[in-house]
């Protein structure tokens, strides 16, 4: 880079005392350092570092050197030196990286001197900023780093490798002779790459293997991005598993998705569409309007929600037009349950389909999209909480499903789904708003092939189309033999009930009593529940300090962070107990939400109590071992809380006590790092 030597002579008629103020509080004078030898840089690049130098020499004690960076005046960047006494001074501002600026761009470099009496000198510079041009850049992709060499195209770097359908990495430059480094990642509401980022960069291809990566350090265009036209528009990727378009659609028309491989192994919503002849044909299926449609990619699956605009989403009208959504809790979800967002109305509302003037439908697999022992589900007027259908706006004849006194749906007493029966809930609501019928037929079955899945030699029974159960009898360090035609290695096995022991076989942990182990295909988790002696619930806190005890509440979740029960009893997280009276969980602690198996505790924001069951049946007053006070507090309404300024540590594993020997009425918790 170009250096320029500036001199600056201070030539002052007047002394500094002659410039000072008289302040019985604050001295200040209007003369600033004496500034010589002032050497900058000419030109720069984006994300690179412009280097000055300064002698200072002053009579009053030196305070500052500053050096400001102005693109069309405004300031960017800006560093500052603290200079105590008279001498040179050298140092580097850093300069913002910014997307599609000139390349050789005028901007302006300030060099301030300031002592501690407020005098200033200062002196501006003429700065050039160019685009940096390196010879490579990296792509980083699970730990493995991929030299992008620049193209024809005039900034376009780019790289041919073998990667998998959608690679998740981010992009590293180094711009300059100092090695200023700039990372690229992608910003969900920028929806975009970005400098200064090293979240994941969604590229997608048609098909995992050899194929070409590329970026623009100047545009910050890359590729290749999914490309998906429905009806010739093209959909916005929303993130990386998801894109969306608004359009106008007819009832029983054609329309094309073009884009994505494999569309014919995806789930289309039943109540919306149904494949047409073509490739990437669908057919809508409601009535017409304006509709969002989604391709979910993390689900393989494409839905429509019915649009009031081209923002907003459709709400129930006075007249009956509009949309109904479907809210409820785990037991409901499209495509899958595994999609169910337990009472969630951004995440897990459901849009009925408008089929005819005044009704609406929407169809369940069981087992698939709907549990088929037991659901809770209620309709309202919008995906959000407010208008609803309560219990005086909405009656049903069925047999098979009940609706409570607050409108919530559920199954009829002694009734349940059949396991991949498909099921249609349509309401009517003819007579007005606040007199919906609703009606509910099976009016089909899909076959849910059930897994050969084995513990001990004991068949698990299958409960929907990932997860199976089975009840045991078990004495504290059994060994179990995971078997079957489908065994599979599970990602996670839940610690506080077993222990790894062999290949195929798991030890178990708690002490003796029935349980019920259950196994997910999907997630690969086996996990386990104490049950009565009977078997006929979940096992209760007795009198005698035996038994389970149940995690209510946030801070603690299982398998991981982001499934915390919340308020929400059925979801209660069992403690088992470990030895006589000490109830046991240990976990590792991730950031609220994580989905990573075995984080199960929050670094914060724990607000939660153990009960003696999952019917709210209570313990006494906690009280804190000693040493815990550190990590833990108990609140004044007795829940449990992360104490005041503390956190966990993340990644760390810490085990949680809960300890009744001393009875139930004072049961006494402690929180140890392991």
Not at 261 to 272: C, E, M, R, S, V
Not at 384 to 404: R, Y
Request: charged share 20%.
């Amino acid at each position: 880079m170009k250096l320029s030597k500036y001199f600056i002579l201070a030539a002052a008629s007047l002394s500094w005392l002659a410039g000072c103020k008289d302040d019985p509080e604050l001295q200040t004078t209007d003369i600033g350092p004496e500034m010589t030898n002032v050497v900058v840089d000419e030109e720069a690049v984006y994300g690179g570092q412009v280097s000055f130098a300064a002698t200072l020499n002053d009579p009053l004690p030196l305070s500052t050197l500053k050096a400001q960076v102005l693109f069309d005046g405004d300031l960017v960047a800006e560093e500052v030196i603290r200079t105590k006494t008279n001498g040179t001074y050298e140092g580097t501002v850093t300069l913002p990286y910014y997307k599609n600026f000139p390349d050789g761009g005028d901007a302006e470099l300030v060099i301030v001197a300031q002592n501690t009496h407020f005098g200033l000198t200062q002196q501006s510079f003429p700065l050039t900023v160019y685009y940096p041009r390196p010879d490579k850049i990296v792509y980083l992709l699970n730990g493995q780093e991929y030299d992008m060499l620049p193209t024809e195209n005039t900034f376009e770097y780019a790289v041919t490798a073998e990667f998998p359908q959608k690679p998740k990495g981010y992009i590293r430059a180094v711009v300059d002779e100092l090695d200023s480094e700039v990372t690229f990642g992608y910003d969900t509401t920028a929806g975009g790459i970005v400098a200064g980022s090293t979240d994941a960069i969604p590229f997608t291809n048609s098909t995992a293997g050899e194929y070409t990566i590329s970026f623009n350090i100047r545009t910050f265009d890359g590729a290749p991005f999914t490309k998906l036209l429905f009806d010739g528009a093209e959909m916005t990727m929303i993130d990386s598993e998801t894109y969306s378009v608004v359009a106008t659609l007819s009832q029983n028309a054609t329309y094309t998705l073009e884009g994505i491989a494999g569309f014919a192994d995806w789930t289309l919503d039943a109540d919306f569409f149904e494949r047409g002849s073509g490739a990437g044909e669908v057919k809508f299926l409601p009535l017409g309007g304006l509709y969002k449609i989604t391709a979910d990619f993390a689900h393989s699956y494409l839905k429509a929600e019915a649009m009031k605009s081209a923002t907003e989403l459709a709400t129930l009208n006075e007249d009956g037009s509009g949309a109904i959504w479907a809210i409820g809790g785990m037991e409901v979800g499209k495509p899958t349950l595994q999609n169910a967002a337990s009472w969630n109305p951004e995440k897990g509302g459901l849009c009925l389909a408008r089929v005819a003037d005044k009704k609406y439908q929407i169809t369940f697999v069981a087992g698939v999209s709907i549990n088929a022992a037991k659901f809770d589900f209620k309709f309202f007027h919008q995906k959000s909480w407010g208008g609803e259908f309560g219990g005086s706006d909405i009656s049903t004849t069925s047999d098979l499903v009940a609706i409570n006194d607050s409108g919530n749906l559920g199954l009829a007493e002694g009734k349940a789904l059949d396991l991949g029966g498909i099921y249609r809930f349509t309401v009517d609501i003819a007579g007005g708003n606040n007199a919906a019928v609703l009606t509910v037929e099976k009016i089909g079955e899909q076959e849910l092939p059930a897994a050969d899945l084995r513990i001990d030699g004991e068949v698990m029974t299958q409960i929907d189309a990932d997860n199976y159960s089975l009840d045991l009898d078990l004495t504290q360090g059994q060994l179990l033999t995971l078997g079957g035609a489908d065994a599979f290695t599970p990602a996670w096995i839940n610690p506080d009930f077993f222990a790894d022991a062999a290949t195929s076989g798991i030890r178990f942990v708690p002490m003796n009593g029935k349980y019920r182990i259950s196994a997910n295909l999907t997630t690969r988790v086996i996990d386990a529940r104490a049950l009565k002696s009977d078997g006929s619930g979940p096992a209760t806190l007795d009198d005698d300090g035996h038994g389970a005890i149940w995690f209510v509440g946030y801070g603690i979740g299982s398998p991981a962070a982001a499934n915390e029960p919340g308020w929400n009893t059925d979801k209660a997280i069992c403690v088992p107990e470990f030895a006589s009276g000490i109830y046991k969980l240990t976990a590792q602690v991730g950031k609220e939400g994580s989905t990573t198996l075995g984080e199960r505790f929050r670094l914060s924001g724990w607000s939660g109590k153990f009960y003696k069951d999952t019917s709210w049946g209570g313990l006494g007053a906690f009280t804190l071992a000693a040493g815990s006070e550190t990590l833990l507090q108990v609140a004044s309404d007795g829940n449990l809380e992360i104490a005041s300024g503390a956190a966990l540590e993340e990644g760390a594993t810490y085990c949680l006590t809960v300890d009744v020997t001393g009875g139930n009425d004072s049961p006494v918790v402690s929180l140890v790092k392991e």
